[in-house]
C-alpha cells in the first residue's frame, strides 16, 4: 500500500507521521482515517482551500488539478508550486509522498473536526 509521510505540523501532528492509504483514496481521507485532524470545512467538496497541503516528494506521480482546484489554490495561505487540496488529490499507486500541511488556512475558525 502507499505510503505518506507527514512532516511536522505544531499542532496538528507535532512528531510528523508515516501512514498508509490505498491507492486512489484522497490524501485528506488518508490524514483523517489515520487520526491526523486536517481541517477540511467544506466536507471535502472542492469549495475552500482548508485541506491545502504541500507534497515536497511525489507531486509528479499524482493526477493533475482540475481547474477548479487551481482556482481554488490561487486563494489558498502559503501557495508554492507543489500546492494542492488534499480533499482532490488521490494518492498515486506505488509512489511514496511526503507532505506537509501549512501553518495557517484561511479559515477563520476552526470547525474542530
Known sequence: MPRIRVLPHAEICPQGADIEGPEGMSI???LLRAGIP???????ACACTTCHVLVREGYEALGPASDKEEDLLDKAWGLEPDSRLSCQAKIPKETALVIEIPKYTINMVSEGH
Open 38 to 44: 486536517i481541517e477540511h470545512a467544506c466536507e471535502k
Open 28 to 30: 485528506c481521507d488518508a
